[in-house]
Nanobody, 115 residues
Framework: QVQLVESGGGLVQPGGSLRLSCAASGSIFSRYAMGWYRQAPGKQRELVAAINSGGSTSYADSVKGRFTISRDNAKNTVYLQMNSLKPEDTAVYYC?????????WGQGTQVTVSS
């Protein structure tokens, strides 16, 4: 198992940028597929972006071209660069680490996009 700690959330104006970080500890980080999920009030948690152990990435249609996921295995950290933020991006963002049946979640970080 891994322990995950997210950081980097906050309040930003529409059109602004934020970079989320997720620091992992406790196991071999490089073997895990990593993902960023988000959950807005009254909505289900949804996958925003994912990166596998080989570095291949995928994105939800709603964030393609605006968000970029990356990982630094030397630092045991995954990032989510969010540009051109919209009010509808407001949510709690969660980091996820997955390796076969081993699923791990962070505590979440709030992102609020508002003028």
């Amino acid at each position: 198992q891994v322990q995950l700690v997210e950081s980097g959330g906050g309040l930003v104006q529409p059109g602004g940028s934020l970079r989320l970080s997720c620091a992992a500890s406790g196991s071999i980080f490089s073997r895990y597929a990593m993902g960023w999920y988000r959950q807005a009030p009254g909505k289900q948690r949804e996958l925003v972006a994912a990166i596998n152990s080989g570095g291949s990435t995928s994105y939800a249609d709603s964030v393609k071209g605006r968000f970029t996921i990356s990982r630094d295995n030397a630092k045991n950290t995954v990032y989510l660069q969010m540009n051109s933020l919209k009010p509808e991006d407001t949510a709690v963002y969660y980091c996820n680490a997955e390796y076969y049946s081993d699923y791990n979640w962070g505590q979440g970080t709030q992102v609020t996009v508002s003028s």
